[in-house]
């Protein structure tokens, strides 16, 4: 997977697409949901209805596993609100679906079988603003509540995550990164997570 900073430089970019930019050949939809189908919205609905919404490091977020392929995540919640593919190098990130509903962003290789390398569950900013300039008022509502077994969820502060996990590798004072638990934050400016995320 990639390294935290091109890690933080994805984040940025799924940011940017999120927010209705065109950004390495992306053109992402609204984050309302008003362009998903119905049954997609259905299966969305039915899928949250059947998980503990736990964010399980290094296994999974709610219904979404690493190593599920491509068509098991399709089959699972429907096709996604936005799909982003890098046609650059620069987030050694290769395939990213976007559930806006969910707070739920899944990230594939790009293989004959693309399976999810990482799970992000993340608030979408309201509007167009600085990657480090992020405050918590910035963000929208959180829809879907993914929470750790220790309870640490969007939102919490990032005093809590320290004080559960204790010490931490930081990338700036954006990064949280617990890597031997395979858990990673990203925090806002007044001290809120506004990204959790697990990886193989």
């Not at 259905?42 to 491509?70: E, N, S, Y």
């Not at 990482?118 to 992020?134: A, K």
């Not at 931490?168 to 949280?176: C, I, K, L, R, S």
Request: charged share 20%; hydrophobic share 40%.
């Amino acid at each position: 997977m990639a390294e935290p900073r091109s890690y933080r430089n994805s984040v940025l970019v799924a940011l940017l697409a999120a927010s209705g930019f065109l950004l390495f050949g992306c053109a992402a939809e609204g984050i309302d949901g008003g362009n998903v189908s119905t049954a997609d919205l259905q299966k969305r609905q039915q899928a949250v209805a059947k998980t503990d919404l736990l964010i399980v490091p290094g296994q999974r977020i709610g219904p979404v596993r690493l190593g599920m392929g491509w068509d098991e995540v399709i089959a699972t919640l429907g096709e996604p609100d936005s799909h982003y593919t890098n046609t650059g190098d620069v987030t050694k990130i290769d395939t990213q679906m976007s559930y806006f509903s969910l707070n739920l962003q899944i990230f594939f290789n790009t293989s004959a079988t693309p399976t999810v390398q990482s799970i992000r569950t993340v608030v979408y900013p309201s509007r167009s603003i600085e990657f480090g300039s992020l405050m918590w008022a910035d963000l929208e509502p959180v829809k879907t509540a993914f929470k750790t077994v220790e309870g640490i969820g969007l939102g919490a502060s990032s005093f809590d995550v320290a004080r559960t996990y204790g010490g931490y590798e930081a990338n700036g004072m954006v990064d949280m990164n617990f890597k031997q638990r395979n858990l990673y934050f990203i925090v806002t400016k007044d001290h809120r997570i506004w990204s959790i995320s697990t990886r193989r």
